[in-house]
């Protein structure tokens, strides 16, 4: 039957992703189980998107409570659970406004369109440009995979849209010698996720922001995947002391539910007035009360502060495999934002990993990622581990061999 259900989709599904041969069909907690009956510890979290785990009895409780109460009105009326997020939202950050969208795409668009028409309404007709990074993840719309630098994301859309430079991440020097008078902003993950997991330097993010008070410049923070407790503060920005113009949020707000938000200061917000932006799902009541408790679940069961102690306890044991496996190259990130640099292909670790029950990411062909539920246990990542030390094993003398 799953094979079957599975071929069908093959038939009728856009080809846009390469899908592993399984169903998934419930979960709790950090586990999943497919149509097979099996189990899988998921250290890949919808990437990074249930923060809270699988079925979570608050989130539900929260979404088919709403659903009993109203699914949906238009965006020219107000609703409780969207005041309330936002309200929420405002208090736990530098913002001072919020835009709801649908995606982290939605939020990056949002983000763009605002930081250009801040100058245009200021009279700064010329100043459109954005510089973005190296090796950045924006998303798949035009306007965002035209800001992402990556050329594998860009490739077959040509002509993408004009405006956007790039400069390689944690060089403020290239940085500063590419903001001109057309510059309006610059826009960056404090942690680059899908460009490999990297981490700036220290005093790398405080330099940007200097940079762009002294030319005037906003600074956007993409915290769609590092956002909502992902790297050990509620927000990544937050580790280096210093706050951006524009940030925008996604993946983990609604735990799996659809939803974007872009958040801005009182002064920048103000160039969006009535008709300037919009979104018809935007911000609608189910997925709102969703993410309002999230919100609240993260706070009241101390969820970030688990994350933090798990993402350190994660590290320390990749680390003792590196140092027990030459074909790990390095280990790092923030939180449970982690990667392990392999000198080998890491796809074929993903498979063994997934056949023994445990899903993991590769990205950039050799980085292992590891973004689990931050509600991870240290037995579930130990077990991870047990499995890791293994298949790097049998990894290592398969090369050899050859």
Known sequence: MTAERMKRADQVMAATYQRFPVVFEKGS????????????????AGIAVCNLGHAHPRISEAVARQADLLL?????????PQIDLAAWLVENSFADRVFFGNSGAE???AAIKLARKYFKDRGETDRFRIV??????HGRTLATLSATGQEKIRKGFDPVLDGFDFVPFNDIEALQSSIGPATCAVLLEPVQGEGGVRV???????????????????????????????????????????????????????????????????????AFGPGAHASTFGGTPIVTAAALEVCKVLVEEQVVKNGKAAGAYLREKLL?????????????????????????????LVKQCMQK?????????????????????QEEIDQLIECLDGALSDAATSEHSN
């Open 29 to 44: 907690g950090c586990k999943l189980q497919d149509t097979e009956g099996r189990t899988y510890t998921d250290f890949v």
């Open 72 to 80: 949906h009105v238009s965006n020219l009326y107000y609703t409780l």
């Open 107 to 109: 939020a990056n668009e």
């Open 132 to 137: 973005a990074m190296e090796r950045s993840f």
């Open 200 to 270: 700036p330097d220290e005093n790398y993010l405080p330099a940007v922001r200097k940079i762009c008070d002294e030319t005037g410049t906003l600074l956007i923070f993409d915290e769609i995947q590092t956002g909502m407790g992902r790297t050990g503060q509620l927000f990544a920005y937050q580790h280096f002391g210093i706050e951006p113009d524009i940030m925008t949020l996604a993946k983990a707000l609604a735990n799996g539910l659809p939803i974007g938000a872009m958040l801005a200061t009182e002064t920048v917000a103000a």
């Open 320 to 348: 003792e495999l590196k140092g027990r496996h030459a074909i790990i190259e390095d280990v790092r990130g923030l939180g449970l934002l982690l990667g392990m640099k392999l000198k080998i292909d890491g796809a074929s």
């Open 357 to 377: 029950g445990f899903l993991i990411n590769c990205i950039q062909d050799r980085i292992l990622r590891f973004i689990p539920p931050l509600i991870i246990s």
